[in-house]
């Protein structure tokens, strides 16, 4: 009996830990750090977009964050944004928000998005202007802008203020993570792990 009541206690935790995976409820109207000392309308205005009106575009993928790190009124607020710019050719890589959904609205140009779930099934889709698609919490996607000669933006918005990216390639091939491991990990040889680390290093 006594196991029975562990359990049944382990079960209630481990469910109130997956229900407070995501941004907690605060007691106030917002959250003001402790380095602010005046609050008015500046602090609750993001003003970093300002820098992509009128720029010309990137010659690489870029994102272009408003979260809690960026916009410290976002604390406790539970949304994020992020503006993605693909020129021609380019990829988001496989990665994860394990804090958050991802909702994408392509303001620009064509994407092909898609995501994995749990069980290894993969969802695709082609994006034209206009169109919204939704990342599920916490699972593997990506985003590729097949046009070869025009760029492609998108908005990106999130429900967290700290959405989190765990990027594959970085997560799996940049942090020192053994040789071996990952060759065996991938079926393959270590001369093989070791020239997917050396492309993904950063350049001098």
């Given at each position: 009996m006594?196991?029975?009541?562990?359990?049944?206690?382990?079960?209630?935790?481990?469910i109130i830990q997956m229900a407070l995976a995501s941004d907690?409820?605060?007691?106030?109207?917002?959250?003001?750090?402790?380095?602010?000392?005046?609050?008015?309308?500046?602090?609750?205005?993001?003003?970093?977009?300002r820098a992509l009106v009128g720029a010309p575009p990137p010659e690489t993928f870029k994102?272009?964050?408003a979260s809690m790190a960026e916009f410290p009124a976002l604390?406790?607020?539970?949304v994020s944004y992020a503006v993605?710019?693909?020129?021609?050719?380019?990829?988001n890589p496989p990665h994860t928000h394990p804090r958050s959904a991802e909702l994408l609205l392509l303001v620009q140009g064509s994407l092909n998005v898609g995501f994995v779930d749990t069980t290894n099934k993969?969802?695709?889709?082609?994006l034209q202007t206009g169109d919204l698609f939704v990342f599920p919490k916490g699972l593997v996607h990506?985003?590729?802008?097949?046009?070869?000669?025009?760029?492609?933006?998108?908005?990106?918005?999130?429900?967290?203020?700290?959405?989190?990216?765990?990027?594959?390639?970085?997560?799996?091939f940049t942090t020192g993570i053994d040789d071996?491991?990952?060759?065996?990990?991938?079926?393959?040889?270590?001369?093989?792990?070791?020239?997917?680390?050396?492309?993904?290093a950063p350049k001098p």
């Open positions: 006594a196991s029975q009541k562990l359990f049944s206690l382990l079960f209630s935790l481990a907690p409820d605060i007691t106030s109207d917002f959250i003001v750090p402790s380095n602010v000392t005046q609050v008015d309308g500046n602090f609750f205005t993001f003003t970093g977009m994102v272009t964050k604390n406790g607020q539970s993605l710019q693909f020129p021609a050719g380019t990829t993969l969802f695709v889709q082609t990506f985003q590729y802008n097949p046009d070869e000669k025009a760029i492609a933006t998108a908005i990106s918005a999130f429900g967290s203020a700290n959405a989190g990216t765990v990027s594959l390639p970085n997560t799996l071996t491991i990952l060759a065996k990990a991938f079926k393959t040889d270590v001369a093989t792990i070791q020239a997917l680390k050396a492309g993904l």
